[in-house]
């Protein structure tokens, strides 16, 4: 297994991208307190004695030991979101008359991005943000990316900047983002703001979207986060490595697994919170999973199947069908992570513009 584990995992791809006893979404109007609380609660950083009896660490039920695990429904907690989101902005529009706005840049005509495209402007046309696509040529130079970007920083109807990725090979990713200005950095991967979530006492002025669903969708499934082990598979700049950030402000106890990792299945065999984006399908199975935990998949992966007519289906990093008969919560691919996360989106975007007009 770990001979598999290091062969397949060059081919992993970064993505730019609770079935809960309580799905209701917190209140459009105190969105941004919900932000602090996804941030983690702030709690003196005192080494105590454990105590001896202490069940810190005690395993969830199971479905291992014959209870059923909660499937995390993305789906209804995203339209949740979005119907927050959708009623606040009519409030927007009917108080300062003004609404969000959020530009899309988009260099080449890659057919996943146009796809990741049109989903997002769909969901923006439903809750009312109105939208801004700037499409460049693959060939277009780096400066000329620039330009448009410094455009949409100073203008003031634009609210959030999203420039979709991958960039062509000759065009610096890395240039690019940074020049994004962080006050409308809705991605969160601006260096400010990727930078205040690492430091403690600080707050971000955005979250990237990925790392804050999956805190999202572990809150509402009330799921125990402080104290707890949590173990992220994967630790790219867009996912692993924020997420990592989240969990540690909730104080949980994070190890991060990667592909230079010795005996990964050890590792996450003892972690009560488990989650994944490393772009290789079913690679974590029943048998790396601790009864009772709680896990996240990220994975979005296209497996080829002849008996479906288009010829392949989407599924997720974790081996589901094993996972589901040992966690007490999972969240299904698709349905479950994704679309929290494009409703993430829209609420950072809300966020951004609540600021920029001194919206309360």
Known sequence: MRGAWVTNWPSLRSKSL???????????SSSLSWNLKLLGPILPDVWMMPRPNSNAFRSQSSAANGKTANVINGNSIARAIRSGVANEICRMKETIVKSPGLAI??????????????????????????????????????????RVVSRLNNNPS??????????????????????????????????????????????????????????????????EIMGKRAVVVGRSKIFGLPTSLLLQRHHAT????????????????????????????NLIRGSWLKPGAAVVDMGTNQV???????????????????????????????GGVGPVTNSMLLSNTLDSAKRAFGFI
């Open 304 to 334: 080829q199947d002849p008996g479906i007519d288009r010829g392949f289906r989407i599924t997720g990093d974790v081996c589901y069908d094993e996972a589901i008969k040992v966690v007490s919560a999972i969240t299904p691919v698709p």
């Open 158 to 223: 634009v609210n959030g900047i999203i420039v979709q990725l991958p960039l062509p090979q000759h065009v610096d990713e890395e240039r690019i983002i940074n020049f994004v200005s962080p006050e409308k950095d809705v991605d969160g991967f601006h260096p400010l703001n990727m930078g205040n979530l690492a430091m403690k006492g600080r707050e971000p002025l955005f979250i990237p979207c990925a790392p804050k669903s999956c805190i999202e969708l572990l809150l509402r499934s009330g799921v």
């Open 254 to 281: 994070v190890s991060t697994v990667h592909s230079f990792t010795k005996d990964p299945e050890h590792i996450t065999s003892e972690a009560d919170i488990v989650i994944a984006d490393v772009g290789i399908p």
């Open 105 to 146: 840049v988009l260099v080449g005509g890659r057919r996943d991005s146009r796809t990741f495209i049109r989903v997002k402007l769909k969901a923006c046309e439903e809750v009312g943000i109105t939208t801004y696509v700037e499409e460049l040529p693959e060939e277009c130079t780096e400066d000329e990316v620039l």
């Open 18 to 28: 609770r079935s809960s006893s309580s799905s209701s979404s917190p209140s459009s």
